[in-house]
Every structure is written in structure tokens, then in C-alpha cells.
């Protein structure tokens, strides 16, 4: 765990070893964490309430359906608001935003913005407006 990071205590996370938060990321309430395989917050990630981050699933071509995992990034400055739910094998590059609900099956692009199941481009968002903003910021609050 890093410096400054915070999950809120109704905060679900299954193998809490395989979670790994950098500095000043946070999970907030209710979010759960599947992580049978790794789950990464990069620096200042935030994942919103009611979210699921879920690194498993079963394969269904299979007789007795066995677990299948991938590892799930979240990059540094990224955002997945409320109640989305992201599967196995994603990354969300960095300065990205996933809307509200939304359904992340595949990775998404530095500073893209998403939203819809599933998931699609709606935007960027203006990194040279957010890194502008951070100067604003005292370094010890970032």
C-alpha cells in the first residue's frame, strides 16, 4: 500500500494480497474486489461507490466451468465513477474516466472517456487542463 491510499470500510476485497494501491489511490464505498488475480491503482486512481472490479470468470466451453483470471489496471489519475463494473484483463489507462454504470470489457486509452455497456468513446478529457490543475495543488495533498 502507498502513501495516503484509502478504501472505505464497506469495501469488499476477496485475496487482499493481490491488491496492490499506489500513492493517494482510493476505492470508496461499497466497492467490491475480486481479486483472484492482481488488482492495480495506480497514483491517484479512484474507484467510485458501488463498483466491481472483478478479475475472474468461468469458461463456459468447459464441462465444469473453471475459473479463468486476468489482472485488472487502473492507471495513475484515472476514474471509474459509480457502479461500473470492470472484467478480467483490463486496463484503464491513465487520466481515463469511465461513467457512471457503465460495463468495461476491454482496455481503454490514456484519457479517454467511456460510458455505455458496453463500454465506448464518448470524449477525451483535457490532460493539459488536468496537469494545469495538480500545480494548483501543494505537492503533500497530491
Given at each position: 500500500m502507498g502513501h495516503g491510499t484509502y478504501a472505505y470500510p464497506s469495501v469488499q476485497i476477496w485475496a487482499p494480497w493481490n491488491l496492490e494501491m499506489h500513492d493517494h489511490s482510493c476505492l470508496s464505498h461499497f466497492v467490491d474486489c475480486y481479486c483472484v488475480d492482481k488488482v492495480i491503482l495506480g497514483q491517484r486512481a479512484t474507484v467510485s461507490q458501488y463498483s466491481f472490479l472483478c478479475t475472474a470468470s468461468h469458461d463456459f466451453n468447459h464441462h465444469d466451468l473453471p475459473i479463468v483470471s486476468a489482472p485488472i489496471v487502473i492507471e495513475e489519475n484515472a476514474w471509474v465513477t459509480a457502479a461500473v463494473f470492470i472484467g478480467p484483463g483490463?486496463?484503464?489507462?491513465?487520466?481515463?474516466?469511465?461513467?457512471?454504470?457503465?460495463?468495461?470489457?476491454?482496455?481503454?486509452?490514456?484519457?479517454?472517456?467511456?460510458?455505455?455497456?458496453?463500454?465506448?468513446?464518448?470524449?477525451?478529457?483535457?490532460?493539459?487542463?488536468?496537469?494545469?490543475s495538480c500545480k494548483d495543488v501543494r505537492t503533500e495533498e497530491l
Open positions: 483490463v486496463t484503464v489507462g491513465a487520466g481515463a474516466v469511465v461513467a457512471a454504470r457503465s460495463t468495461v470489457t476491454r482496455d481503454i486509452p490514456p484519457w479517454t472517456v467511456v460510458a455505455g455497456v458496453p463500454a465506448k468513446s464518448i470524449g477525451s478529457r483535457d490532460r493539459k487542463a488536468f496537469e494545469t
